[in-house]
């Protein structure tokens, strides 16, 4: 069955700087864009990155110059690289690839 996994979460400062990776199984990856999402408490779930087949990324306004996303296409794996963390970043983030359930998202949290 194809899923999405992601890890890399926890409980850090302001300012810190924190990796999340996705492994995706049994799929087509290097076909498909990719990337990532998250959702804070009583939000809705809002894009953070998207990156192409063809390696194009994209970002929110809110996170330019300070995450960085990237694909593996050996690995099956995403990863998003995230610096200078604010409390606003405190949220389950989640991996995202089109035509796939969502997974667990693993949760961030940013303490001021």
């Known amino acids: 069955q194809v899923q999405l996994v992601e890890s890399g979460g926890g409980f850090v400062q302001s300012g810190d700087s924190l990796r999340l990776s996705c492994s995706v199984s049994?799929?087509?990856?290097?076909?498909?864009?990719v990337g990532w999402y998250r959702q804070a408490p009583g939000k809705q779930r809002e894009m953070v990155a998207q990156?192409?087949?063809?390696?194009?990324?994209d970002y929110a306004d809110s996170v330019k110059g300070r995450f960085t996303a990237s694909r593996d296409n050996n690995k099956n794996t995403v990863s998003l690289y995230m610096t200078s963390l604010e409390p606003e970043g405190t949220a389950v983030y989640y991996c995202?690839?089109?035509?796939?359930?969502w997974g667990q998202g693993t949760q961030v949290t940013v303490s001021s």
């Open positions: 995202y690839m089109p035509f796939l359930p």
């Open positions: 049994g799929s087509s990856f290097m076909n498909y864009a």
């Open positions: 990156i192409s087949a063809a390696n194009w990324i």
